[in-house]
Each structure stands twice: as C-alpha cells, then as structure tokens.
Nanobody
Framework: VQLQASGGGLVQPGGSPRLSCAAS????????MGWYRQAPGKERELVAVSPTAGRTNYADSVKGRFTISRDDAKNMVDLQMDSLKPEDTAVYYC??????????????WGQGTLVTVSS
C-alpha cells in the first residue's frame, strides 16, 4: 500500500494549511489513519489519529487547532492545521494501517511533507 501526501511548505505563524494523504494499492480494509510529525532533532510523535472504530485522538499540543478528517470512499486522510506556531515546524507523515486481505495487516507511511512555520 502506497501513501502520497501533499500540502505543507512555508507558512506564516497563524496560518492554516491543509495536508492531504491518499492511500492506493491492495486495500481490503483500513483500521486506522493518522498523522505524525518529526521536528528537527526530535523523535517522531503522534499528531492525530482516527481509528475506524474508536475515538479520534490528538496530541495535547495541537488540540483545538488541528482537525483530522477521513474520506473512506477515497482512502484519504486530511489534516487541517489552524493557528500554526513556529513549534509546529516539522516533517509531517501520514500513516495508514489496515489489511490487504483477511487477517493480513499492513502499516504504511507517506513520504513526509515539510511544514515550516516562519515569518
């Protein structure tokens, strides 16, 4: 399963970019779609995750500012980012988990898209 992410770039503080990620390939079912990020010199961390059966979860640092949404018909997941801060600067990765057939799980990562928050 391949993931293609788009969006990001240079954004001013307070900006509202939107990231998109499309999954393609042999997908039988999806159990979870999410976004992670890795800032320079730091480990990758969860930003937002949307389980197919369960509650959406956000990192405390983005609650109230970021919104994750899914289009299950298109196997897509978006991340709407509002009120961006310089500390949101990072490479953002989409992640999709599911099954390629009955009881054959997969977990795929997108290529990463850089979001730089700077004036």
């Amino acid at each position: 399963v391949q993931l293609q992410a788009s969006g990001g770039g240079l954004v001013q503080p307070g900006g509202s970019p939107r990231l998109s990620c499309a999954a393609s390939g042999s997908i039988f079912s999806i159990t979870e779609m999410g976004w992670y990020r890795q800032a320079p010199g730091k480990e990758r961390e969860l930003v937002a995750v949307s389980p197919t059966a369960g509650r959406t979860n956000y990192a405390d640092s983005v609650k109230g500012r970021f919104t994750i949404s899914r289009d299950d018909a298109k196997n897509m997941v978006d991340l709407q980012m509002d009120s961006l801060k310089p500390e949101d600067t990072a490479v953002y990765y989409c992640n999709v988990r599911g099954n390629i057939r009955w009881r054959a799980p997969f977990a795929s990562w997108g290529q990463g898209t850089l979001v730089t928050v700077s004036s």
